[in-house]
């Protein structure tokens, strides 16, 4: 079972990749906080709620693999309704942004992958695909813009 959801973003692929890779970017669209380090298993943790970390998060998940400007592939946590099903950090699920670029802008793949079968997979898996196309939109709406540091060079 794979969440798949695909965006068009009229802006260049290393904006895009910019808002996707650098801590002071993903906050103007993502999460109010985040820590992210550009390397094989950096941090890739993003803070819902920065006044508690540990709660609402993706602290402890990592960075896997990318290839700038295309590709970039990490772990993720749920939000904490989703604690006993899908937070555990030897099983976290997989998310994996693939960048095309086009002429007049760039298409977004977002792929999540790793959910489970049971009730509460399902719920969770239901909550991300919502979840996920509201980030995309709200990634797509702030990139087009034409305003802010996601339209800057």
């Known amino acids: 079972m794979t969440v798949h959801t695909e965006t068009f973003i009229n802006s260049s692929i290393e904006l895009i990749w910019r808002a996707w890779t650098e801590s002071d970017r993903i906050t103007k669209w993502f999460a109010p906080a985040a820590e992210i380090q550009l390397k094989n298993y950096g941090k890739y943790e993003l803070y819902f709620d920065p006044t508690n970390k540990n709660s609402m998060s993706t602290i402890g998940c990592k960075l896997l693999d990318y290839e700038e400007p295309?590709?970039?592939?990490?772990?993720?946590?749920?939000?904490?309704?989703?604690?006993?099903?899908?937070?555990?950090?030897?099983?976290?699920t997989i998310v994996k942004i693939s960048l095309l670029p086009y002429e007049n802008g760039?298409?977004?793949?977002?792929?999540?992958?790793?959910?489970?079968?049971t009730d509460g997979w399902i719920k969770a898996k239901n909550w991300h695909i919502k979840a996920w196309e509201q980030a995309l939109s709200s990634l797509k709406s702030n990139m087009e813009s034409g305003e802010g540091i996601l339209s800057c060079n």
């Open 70 to 92: 295309s590709f970039l592939e990490f772990q993720w946590k749920g939000p904490d309704e989703f604690n006993d099903v899908m937070n555990d950090e030897k099983e976290l």
């Open 106 to 117: 760039t298409k977004l793949i977002l792929e999540h992958t790793g959910w489970g079968t």
